[in-house]
């Protein structure tokens, strides 16, 4: 079965800080794929990043970094020098190599970050 | 511009009262989805779709109702069984369910 946990439900730091959102999943497949989306107060979702489990680099955009590691089953998601503009709740998301018409996406709880000035 | 629209951003019901919260996608993505968001919760997903006239049950359907007939269109029914609607509707499309999923700028359902 699948599922992802974020442990991590509230996080605050000062504005500059960096900071290291967790996701850990459980899959028995061995191709499947991994997501991270933002969530800001207006409420829509944004898409962040897609790493499938083949491709275990570390990728950097900007201020953002991610860490796929598939022996520990986590792909942590690093902002580098926090702005308040980060505030937002952040979700990790798994889904496996399509099957049937069953095959879905299972989120993670959610970690809430709030960046103080 | 390709997106995906719902409407309306806010509702309000009676009890008793069926409504329908519609979601529009011009992406061209075989895959769509309805997730219900309680405040300070995470999403939880109510029916998805991978292709047209063809949906499944997520984790809380019960009290809600879906279809899809247009590849670019897919309703959600909140109907009177459903007992406590009042929540943050979220909907997104896909490529294919292994794709990221784009999101709508959600309705706010308050029954009254």
Redesign the interface.
Known sequence: AQKVTQAQTEISVVEKEDVTLDCVYETRDTT??L?W?KQPP??????LI?RNSFDEQNEISGRYSWNFQKSTSSFNFTITASQVVDSAVY?CAL????KT?????I????T?LSVIP | DGGITQSPKYLFRKEGQNVTLSCEQNLNHDAMYWYRQDPGQGLRLIYYSQIVNDFQKGDIAEGYSVSREKKESFPLTVTSAQKNPTAFYLCASSRQVNNEQFFGPGTRLTVL
């Open positions: 499947y794929y997501f989306y207006s409420g829509e979702l944004v898409f897609r979700f889904s496996e190599a399509p018409s069953y095959d879905k996406v989120f993670g709880p959610g809430s």
